[in-house]
């Protein structure tokens, strides 16, 4: 199957919001230092996209309160602030199969979901 605007899938974006962690992030934890080998890279933006049942809204604050850094802001070149600011969630609507994707996947489609 093949959208109408050429890709696999078709996308259409419903609301997009942003989520905070479901705890606060511990005081010695808030400035994530980076890596020698992230402090020498070029910057790069990295989208990544997280697939889960439409009836499951609770995974993400979970999550961000894990993987604290995601809620968080680059401060400089050598750290994150980690102040529980959140993530951008979008949520979207995909009209077709995800295997059809997989099977030759298609990077500007991803760029439904950037913001605008």
Request: charged residues 25%; hydrophobic residues 40%.
């Amino acid at each position: 199957m093949v959208a109408q605007n050429g890709h696999a899938l078709e996308v259409q974006v419903l609301a997009r919001e942003t989520i905070k962690p479901a705890y606060q992030t511990p005081p010695h934890l808030r400035n994530f230092r980076l890596s020698l080998i992230d402090q020498i890279n070029f910057p790069i933006s990295v989208s990544t996209i997280f697939l889960h049942k439409a009836d499951d809204n609770s995974f993400l604050p979970k999550t961000l309160t894990k993987f604290y850094p995601f809620a968080g802001r680059v401060k400089d070149d050598f750290s994150i602030e980690c102040k529980d600011e959140g993530a951008e969630c979008v949520e979207a609507l995909a009209i077709g199969f995800l295997f059809e994707y997989l099977r030759k996947p298609d990077q500007n489609l991803l760029r439904d979901f950037q913001s605008r």
